[in-house]
């Protein structure tokens, strides 16, 4: 997909990510859990974020498929129908997020302000829709051979996302993550793939500090 701004790696967001979060009053607490729990350590982390007068209402995040949904199930979402849904979807109203049409492109691009004004690029293609963040250019990464091995013994680490290699508009070579879900799928399950992308971009930052040369 082309991206229609330069380009920043992951560790920049991160590094906002971390400093909104500090601004907010959090701390940061290491735990150790098994792979297959990851996506539930995800929903509790967001719930602890949450002042404790509130926590027993519904979260702003709580974007799970429900049997009375208010978005039905499209035959095909569009790249348009996808841009007014999500423009007038909770997420964005609040500003936890803002979404463009990018003119000449089949294509979302969606900044996820509450991860660091992290940007994804959203597409539908060949009954799919694709969502990706850029992590950072190739020739950062200290040993090639070595990180990718990592990244396949790790891959249960990043529920719903997968991570790649992909050529550039202008050459580069980047590694990315992706996720991918069906293009008639619930605008709800959109959302949380946005939301469970961006937290996986943050975590494989930390994750894999210590194969990157980031001055």
């Given amino acids: 997909m082309q991206k229609p701004t330069e380009a920043k790696s992951s560790a920049f967001y991160q590094q906002q990510y971390r400093q909104r979060l500090r601004e907010q009053g959090l701390i940061k607490k290491e735990v150790w ?39 039905k199930k499209q035959l095909v979402w569009s790249v348009p129908e996808l841009y007014q849904e999500l423009a007038n979807s909770e997420l964005f109203k609040h500003n ?48 090639q051979a070595q990180f990718n091995q990592e990244i396949l ?7 719903l996302s997968t ?5 550039g508009g202008d050459g580069s070579i980047n590694y990315i993550m992706y996720g991918a ?24 930052t930390e994750a894999y500090q210590d194969f990157l040369s980031i001055s």
């Avoid at 302000?113 to 990464?141: C, K, R, T």
């Avoid at 013994?153 to 529920?159: E, I």
């Avoid at 879900?181 to 494989?204: F, G, H, R, T």
């Fill in 163 to 167: 991570i790649a290699i992909e050529k």
């Fill in 181 to 204: 879900l069906s293009a008639s799928s619930l605008l709800s399950s959109i959302i949380y793939e946005l939301e469970m992308l961006s937290d996986n971009v943050i975590k494989a």
């Fill in 33 to 71: 859990i098994l792979p297959e729990h990851t996506t539930e350590l995800l929903d509790i982390e967001k719930k602890l974020r949450m002042p404790s007068i509130t926590k027993n209402i519904d979260s702003k995040y709580n974007h799970k498929p429900q049997e009375n949904d208010d978005m």
């Fill in 153 to 159: 013994y790790s891959r249960k680490l990043f529920p």
């Fill in 96 to 143: 936890s997020a803002s979404v463009e049409l990018i003119d000449g492109v089949d294509c979302l691009h969606i900044v996820m302000h509450e991860y660091g004004d992290l940007p994804l690029f959203m597409s539908v293609s060949n009954q799919q829709i694709i969502v990706e963040a850029l992590l950072w250019p190739v020739d950062i990464v200290k040993d």
